[in-house]
């Protein structure tokens, strides 16, 4: 989300209300809103029909990507996700990526770089996440946040990513 920031007024990393232990993406999701920010956001997730052309629920092109990978035995396990984004901004903007994965986790983002030609124009995205098997306890989960960010350097359009390793019983 283009308009949201995740820090408190100190500038660190915001509490959870009720534990008062650090937040996680869980938490605040792509963050809380600024309004100011909120009347020139950039780029725009837009509602498109992802899942049908792209075959999984993970492509509803929602801001944030969530990985589950059942481990059963599995080393390495993979998924992607394909996203697509409307240019609200400036006409003739480049939106580079930055990749902020998860550890243990390998995610390429594919083209490295949006290049929009003009207001309203919509640009497909492929995000690759690949995991490696964690030791888990049977019944047991481990999740791992990271993100991915698209800037112009006037935005920056931030999408958390979360991965998700379970161990069946």
């Known amino acids: 989300m283009t308009t949201a920031y995740a820090v408190d007024n100190r500038g660190e990393t915001m ?9 996680t ?4 999701g792509s963050g809380h809103v600024h309004p100011a920010k909120a009347m020139d956001p950039g780029l725009e997730k837009c509602s ?7 075959g999984h629920i993970g ?12 481990q059963y035995g599995k080393h390495k396990m993979s998924t992607h996700f394909i996203g697509q984004v409307t240019n609200v901004g400036d006409p003739n903007s480049v939106y580079k990526v930055t ?3 998860s550890s243990g986790t390998l995610v390429t983002v594919e083209p490295e770089q949006l290049v929009f030609r003009r207001v309203g124009q919509k640009l497909n995205f492929l995000v690759r996440v690949q995991a490696m098997a964690v ?12 993100s991915i960010v698209w800037s112009d350097g006037k935005h920056n359009v931030i999408s958390p990513l979360i991965v ?5 019983l």
């Open 15 to 23: 509490l959870d209300e009720s534990s008062g232990n650090t937040s």
């Open 164 to 168: 998700t390793m379970q161990q069946s």
């Open 59 to 70: 492509n509803l092109n929602y801001p944030s990507f969530s990985a589950v990978f059942q």
């Open 48 to 54: 498109c029909s992802g899942a049908k052309r792209a």
């Open 99 to 101: 990749i902020r994965p």
């Open 135 to 146: 030791k888990l306890v049977l019944g047991s989960t481990n999740m791992k946040s990271g």
């Open 25 to 28: 993406v869980l938490d605040f």
